[in-house]
């Protein structure tokens, strides 16, 4: 690019920027925007549900078959199943980052599709159902009506709201936790039944014959008739309770003696399930969870889905309303407004730190151009790389605006240098990219080649390493742009000759002070290599000694508290409990809402928590982290209650909270009573360490059940059969589904069960019977007993292993990577070698990406080494450039060691990032340095006059760094967490580089350069 042309065509330099920008603002309005890029690997959910049936019987006859099926996908990472007391059963299947979404769907289908006919017939009835979508939720809407029932409100929402919501595109599921579907419920009699000589399979097959949609036909169609045709209707399925009633279960001659249905059960219009109740700011509600697809944009989705509720809202009934209960993007709002604000005032610094250093407002105006044209361009590659705005690439923009400006900062300085010296505006500008041009395309090439690594690192990580380097990197180029086109044309047309300031005598007495100790050094090269030796060795020292962290915790505004009651603690009381503990919850000071949720097990349910926004709590120094210890707190007022408080995660794609979470593996076949045991164990020694608040299992062997125990022998004396046993237990015990009815456009079930009066209590059971192969009632207690035993309310798989879900949440201080340590090694001092450790979630992401820094580290710097190998044909020259890197290194490091932060994966990228900004600053030296040793000076004068000649602009770019990022150190409010981990490691060392590294740089090149044999082309010459 010929820089000489644009000062001698300004106007074609502005249209080069012009168009730059309107192409950035343009792509900018099309760009989504989302907390983070798609960095979670694909997710399928799959369900079934066996009613009735146990937690072991649904892991052994549905779990296992599918499990076994579902271990054959392609691009499988892992997957894990839940099986509960109710007969649902959940499969979880995570796949490899990069998979295809819709193709592992399709394939978790089919092999659902192939398993299906091994299933117990109730079950595959039932259906199957598998869904693509995010772990974490995208909120909740609670809906409440003063004049409606539970059951009203449910299915009012589930025909008007959840209907609706699942068109909304990018929604990948809808769902009310706590749905109370309509369904015809008979209600049975079990005394009636046994008096009249009916079993609960005549029931179930009057149901089955008499309701079933009737197809009758036609006549005079297929030419019977001539003229005319005629289709019959006729009454197939019931749809009120009083045709459900009259049923014929058993039909004769005389009608006295029929039997129908209302004459051995209680027919009523009812739920499909009663799984408790949903409760938002104390009122009744149904709570209604929205889930984004995978890859969706999390916030237009919100937006469109806050779109049709508002529409949905004209259709509510009087005194119905509904709230966001919980809300994702309000805290992916507030981050993005929060580092906007940060994005201007780190520009808004820049352009007064050259302005000081510059002491001229014309001389200001050229950098401070740069910077919108550099980083509104941007915004066009990102549209074209198919990226997203998001907190990662606005993190970008915050740091790179201190690299952008350092281009254009060069040439002005240069100008105004040559200006000082008697040359004209033209001359100056012209003689600036004689000199400069050069030095700026190398030292961006070298940057760029630090950054490229980051974007081949792979997975999630490289995911989040690839907004960084895209942004970055491209920022940085359009920057190099601006400096060889409107800035030279800029200071061609606007500088003028400066005038000598006070702040330009100070200037002069810091230079000397910096020339004087790199002279110093120049001539004692051990000396300076003894420094940079123990430089690095503190670099090394406070890698080892740092605490390796993943993503920081952010306060996002919410939590959510789990409140466990003891097992088998009956739903009624449950509810009871959570009102209670939720009413104490929302008299916290910092807590706006509260969402109240039962479970699928009886004993537990959910408290949702939003706060209060940033600025109030900030404002009367509420933390999120105060209002978890007033949660934990309430323990002391609910002694059966177990409560935990837990934050949602960085990423809420990748896992449903934070902390550590795994499951411990039965690798050896243990039965679920060692399981129990071993994961109490391994609980009670993670809380005993001292490194987690907070230590939990869901896992149990404890919950009170019944034993029934058939005596077969006696059963097929009485002739009895085995399966009608338990089909009796089925029908009059369990919800057995039959068959399907409608109510309006919707399709419900017809339910068959015991009335509760048959089932309060263990004393019922004796009251129930079954028939006999000649009719007869036989009591179930003459052909069994019942007992008491303990069993599970859950049963969890992990890669067909049964295993125990174990979340922690780490202490104050100590890094989820520090927990994960010393669980491994409490896993193998406290059980030994027959149980696994599997890590789930984000806990896993964290372990596969363990080590990726040092390689790409090594990487950088020997891309940054061979590309300065080629600039300077010399394979001892470009080490000074690579060794000044130390002081920035080892700056940023012991920064993050003394501050007590942890090398996460933003202190990661800080520190990749000092490495190209102070191999940048140094390239500046040492390539003004090589121009003048080539042309005969020693190489000790041509490194002082190095460092003298480019000393202004190495502190100009180097402070506007520097002060730029100040805003990311002293950050608060949301996105804070991720802000301040980058902000300290490239505040610091950029600081160190700057007082250290720069004195450095002329005894390095000294050192180097006297070693080194020159160029074949120069001893051709000579």
């Given at each position: 690019m010929d820089a000489h042309f644009f000062i001698r065509r300004p106007r074609s330099a502005g249209v080069v920027s012009l168009v730059l920008v309107l192409a950035g603002?343009?792509?900018?309005?099309?760009?989504?925007?989302?907390?983070?890029?798609?960095?979670?690997?694909?997710?399928?959910?799959?369900?079934?549900?066996?009613?009735?049936?146990?937690?072991?019987?649904?892991?052994?006859?549905?779990?296992?078959?599918?499990?076994?099926?579902?271990?054959?996908?392609?691009?499988?990472?892992?997957?894990?199943?839940?099986?509960?007391?109710?007969?649902?059963?959940?499969?979880?299947?995570?796949?490899?980052?990069?998979?295809?979404?819709?193709?592992?769907?399709?394939?978790?289908?089919?092999?659902?599709?192939?398993?299906?006919?091994?299933?117990?017939?109730?079950?595959?009835?039932?259906?199957?159902?598998?869904?693509?979508?995010?772990?974490?939720?995208?909120?909740?809407?609670?809906?409440?009506?003063?004049?409606?029932?539970?059951?009203?409100?449910?299915?009012?929402?589930?025909?008007?709201?959840?209907?609706?919501?699942?068109?909304?595109?990018?929604?990948?599921?809808?769902?009310?936790?706590?749905?109370?579907?309509?369904?015809?419920?008979?209600?049975?009699?079990?005394?009636?039944?046994?008096?009249?000589?009916?079993?609960?399979?005549?029931?179930?097959?009057?149901?089955?014959?008499?309701?079933?949609?009737?197809?009758?036909?036609?006549?005079?169609?297929?030419?019977?008739?001539?003229?005319?045709?005629?289709?019959?209707?006729?009454?197939?399925?019931?749809?009120?309770?009083?045709?459900?009633e009259g049923i014929v279960v058993r039909a004769g001659d005389d009608p006295v003696r029929r039997v129908r249905l209302g004459d051995v059960a209680r027919v009523e219009l009812g739920a499909q399930a009663y799984q408790g109740t949903s409760r938002f700011q104390g009122d009744g509600a149904v709570a209604v969870s929205v889930y984004k697809a995978t890859g969706a944009n999390s916030l237009k989705v919100m937006e469109a889905v806050k779109r049709r509720m508002g529409e949905i809202e004209a259709l509510m009934p009087e005194g119905m309303r509904w709230d966001m209960a919980y809300d994702s993007t309000t805290f992916v709002g507030a981050s993005m407004r929060e580092i906007a604000w940060t994005i201007l005032l780190t520009f808004l610094l820049v352009v007064g730190i050259t302005w000081l250093f510059l002491g001229s407002w014309r001389a200001t105006l050229i950098p401070a151009l740069a910077i919108p044209v550099s980083l509104v361009g941007t915004f066009a590659f990102l549209d074209a790389f198919g990226m997203s705005v998001n907190t990662l690439t606005m993190f970008g923009f915050v740091l790179v605006i201190g690299s952008v400006v350092d281009n254009a900062i060069c040439v002005t300085e240069s100008c105004v240098r040559l200006l000082a010296e008697g040359r004209s505006p033209a001359e100056a500008a012209a003689g600036t990219m004689r000199e400069l041009s050069g030095a700026l395309v190398a030292a961006t090439l070298v940057v760029l080649a630090v950054y490229a690594p980051m974007a081949f690192a792979g997975g999630m990580v490289g995911t989040i390493y690839l907004q960084f380097a895209a942004t970055m990197g491209v920022a940085l180029v359009l920057s190099t742009v601006c400096a060889l086109t409107l800035s030279p044309a800029l200071a061609a047309n606007v500088l003028r000759p400066p005038r000598q300031r006070p702040r330009e005598r100070l200037l002069t007495a810091v230079r000397r002070a910096y020339s004087r100790a790199a002279g110093f050094l120049a001539r004692r090269a051990a000396l300076a290599l003894l420094l940079l030796a123990a430089l690095a060795a503190g670099a090394w020292g406070a890698f080892r000694a740092l605490p390796r962290g993943f993503l920081p915790d952010e306060d996002k505004g919410e939590l959510t508290c789990s409140?466990?009651?003891?097992?088998?603690?009956?739903?009624?009381?449950?509810?009871?409990?959570?009102?209670?503990?939720?009413?104490?919850?929302?008299?916290?000071?910092?807590?706006?809402?509260?969402?109240?949720?039962?479970?699928?097990?009886?004993?537990?349910?959910?408290?949702?928590?939003?706060?209060?926004?940033?600025?109030?709590?900030?404002?009367?120094?509420?933390?999120?982290?105060?209002?978890?210890?007033?949660?934990?707190?309430?323990?002391?007022?609910?002694?059966?209650?177990?409560?935990?408080?837990?934050?949602?995660?960085?990423?809420?794609?990748?896992?449903?909270?934070?902390?550590?979470?795994?499951?411990?593996?039965?690798?050896?076949?243990?039965?679920?009573?060692?399981?129990?045991?071993?994961?109490?164990?391994?609980?009670?020694?993670?809380?005993?360490?001292?490194?987690?608040?907070?230590?939990?299992?869901?896992?149990?062997?404890?919950?009170?059940?019944?034993?029934?125990?058939?005596?077969?022998?006696?059963?097929?004396?009485?002739?009895?059969?085995?399966?009608?046993?338990?089909?009796?237990?089925?029908?009059?015990?369990?919800?057995?589904?039959?068959?399907?009815?409608?109510?309006?456009?919707?399709?419900?079930?017809?339910?068959?069960?015991?009335?509760?009066?048959?089932?309060?209590?263990?004393?019922?059971?004796?009251?129930?019977?079954?028939?006999?192969?000649?009719?007869?009632?036989?009591p179930l207690s003459a052909i069994g007993t019942f007992g008491w035993t303990l069993g599970s309310q859950r049963v969890e798989r992990f890669n067909l292993f049964t295993a125990a879900a174990i979340s922690c949440d780490t202490a104050p201080g100590v890094s989820n990577a520090r927990l994960m340590q010393e669980i491994e090694r409490l896993k193998a001092a406290e059980l030994g070698r027959g149980y696994g450790i599997a890590w789930t979630g984000l806990s896993y992401q964290e372990r596969a990406n363990e080590g990726t820094i040092g390689p790409l580290f090594a990487l950088s710097l020997l891309m940054a080494y061979l590309f300065l190998v080629a600039q300077y044909e010399s394979w001892t020259l470009p080490v000074s450039v690579v060794l000044s890197v130390v002081a920035a290194v080892a700056g940023g490091l012991l920064a993050l060691l003394l501050g007590g932060g942890m090398f996460d994966i933003y202190a990661q990228l800080g520190l990749l990032m000092l490495v190209g900004l102070s191999a940048k600053t140094s390239i500046l030296m040492v390539e003004c340095a090589h121009v003048r040793h080539r042309s005969g000076v020693s190489p000790y004068r041509a490194a002082m006059a190095g460092l003298r000649l480019r000393f202004r602009a190495v502190m100009m770019t180097a402070l506007s760094f520097v002060i730029g990022v100040l805003p990311l150190l002293v950050a608060t409010g949301p996105g804070a967490g991720a802000r301040r981990a980058i902000g300290v490691v490239t505040f610091w060392g950029m600081l160190a580089a700057t007082v250290v590294g720069v004195i450095l740089v002329p005894p390095l090149y000294v050192a180097t350069t006297r070693r080194a044999r020159r160029p074949a082309a120069e001893r051709r010459s000579a």
């Open positions: 603002a343009m792509s900018l309005k099309r760009l989504p925007v989302a907390e983070y890029p798609d960095v979670a690997p694909p997710m399928v959910w799959a369900m079934a549900s066996y009613p009735g049936a146990t937690a072991k019987t649904v892991a052994d006859t549905v779990a296992a078959p599918i499990e076994e099926q579902i271990n054959n996908l392609d691009g499988l990472l892992y997957f894990s199943g839940e099986c509960s007391n109710d007969g649902g059963y959940s499969l979880s299947a995570t796949f490899r980052h990069g998979t295809d979404a819709d193709m592992a769907l399709v394939n978790v289908n089919n092999a659902l599709k192939l398993v299906e006919s091994s299933l117990p017939q109730a079950v595959a009835r039932g259906g199957l159902a598998a869904e693509k979508r995010s772990p974490g939720m995208l909120g909740v809407i609670a809906v409440r009506s003063p004049s409606m029932s539970d059951l009203e409100l449910s299915n009012w929402a589930d025909r008007h709201v959840i209907d609706e919501l699942r068109r909304v595109e990018g929604v990948g599921k809808v769902s009310n936790e706590m749905a109370a579907d309509w369904a015809m419920r008979v209600w049975l009699d079990p005394e009636r039944m046994a008096a009249l000589g009916v079993s609960p399979a005549d029931v179930r097959a009057a149901i089955e014959s008499q309701n079933e949609e009737a197809a009758a036909g036609s006549v005079g169609t297929e030419y019977a008739d001539g003229e005319m045709t005629f289709k019959i209707a006729a009454k197939g399925r019931l749809a009120t309770r009083g045709e459900f409140v466990t009651l003891p097992f088998g603690t009956a739903r009624a009381k449950t509810e009871r409990v959570l009102r209670e503990v939720a009413a104490a919850v929302a008299e916290i000071p910092g807590v706006a809402t509260v969402l109240e949720t039962g479970s699928q097990d009886e004993h537990s349910g959910e408290i949702m928590i939003q706060l209060d926004p940033w600025e109030e709590r900030r404002a009367r120094g509420i933390s999120l982290e105060d209002v978890q210890v007033q949660i934990q707190t309430l323990a002391d007022r609910f002694p059966d209650a177990e409560l935990a408080a837990m934050a949602p995660p960085p990423i809420e794609d990748l896992a449903e909270t934070g902390g550590v979470t795994f499951a411990l593996q039965a690798l050896d076949g243990q039965n679920f009573a060692e399981l129990d045991e071993a994961a109490l164990r391994l609980v009670r020694a993670i809380r005993d360490s001292g490194l987690a608040t907070y230590a939990s299992s869901a896992f149990d062997t404890r919950t009170p059940m019944i034993d029934f125990r058939l005596d077969r022998d006696k059963a097929e004396a009485l002739g009895v059969p085995v399966a009608d046993v338990f089909g009796a237990l089925e029908s009059q015990l369990g919800s057995e589904y039959v068959n399907d009815f409608n109510i309006g456009a919707k399709t419900c079930r017809v339910v068959v069960q015991a009335d509760r009066a048959f089932r309060g209590t263990v004393r019922d059971l004796d009251r129930l019977s079954v028939v006999s192969r000649d009719g007869a009632q036989v």
